[in-house]
């Protein structure tokens, strides 16, 4: 089986206001096209984000966070060199958390040398809730800069 060269995972739960966020990046890209990149819009269970980084040699991960900053604020990890604010996606509303999926993706040798989080600082994450109009904002903000990053790999292949 050909190895996919990009793989993007956003993380979310559609019901949870901004919780949507990294779901919803994945969405803009998939919709934007011009990218071979494999895309994968996930609830956040832990086996399908394994499986979706099984064959990426560059993978980028798309979540929610809390850590006080302002909505929509964006955080961008590179995760050769750790997680740092880990604690920003253990907040997860969506069960296992993203955070523990790295952490289990690199303890199995499956995280990808080229591995890059970002996190979308959320305000409301009530069920039945609409993401926020600072998540929006960020969201279109995320999508593109995934697109440029994923461009710049593309090219480097």
């Known amino acids: 089986m050909k190895k996919r060269r990009v793989v993007v995972i956003g993380v979310g739960n559609l019901e949870r ?10 969405r803009r890209l998939r919709e934007a096209g011009g990218s071979d990149a494999a895309i994968f ?23 929610a966070c809390v850590s006080g900053g302002p909505a929509g604020a964006v955080h961008r990890y590179d995760l050769a060199e750790g997680l740092p604010a880990a604690a920003h996606f253990n907040l ?11 952490g289990l993706a690199k ?17 409301c994450f009530e069920v039945g809730a609409p993401l926020s109009d600072a998540v929006c904002h960020a969201i279109n903000e995320v999508a593109a ?13």
Do not use: N, W
């Not at 206001?17 to 994945?26: E, K, L, N, P, T």
């Open 17 to 26: 206001g901004d919780d949507a966020a990294g779901r919803q990046v994945a």
């Open 92 to 102: 997860s509303s969506h069960g296992f958390g993203l955070a523990e999926a790295i």
């Open 107 to 123: 303890a199995l040798g499956q995280l990808p040398r080229h591995s890059v989080a970002y996190a979308i600082e959320g305000e």
């Open 145 to 157: 800069r995934l697109a440029e990053e994923i461009c710049a790999l593309e090219k480097r292949a």
């Open 41 to 63: 819009d996930l609830d956040g269970e832990a086996t399908s984000i394994l499986s979706a980084l099984e064959m990426a040699e560059a993978a980028f991960l798309v979540d």
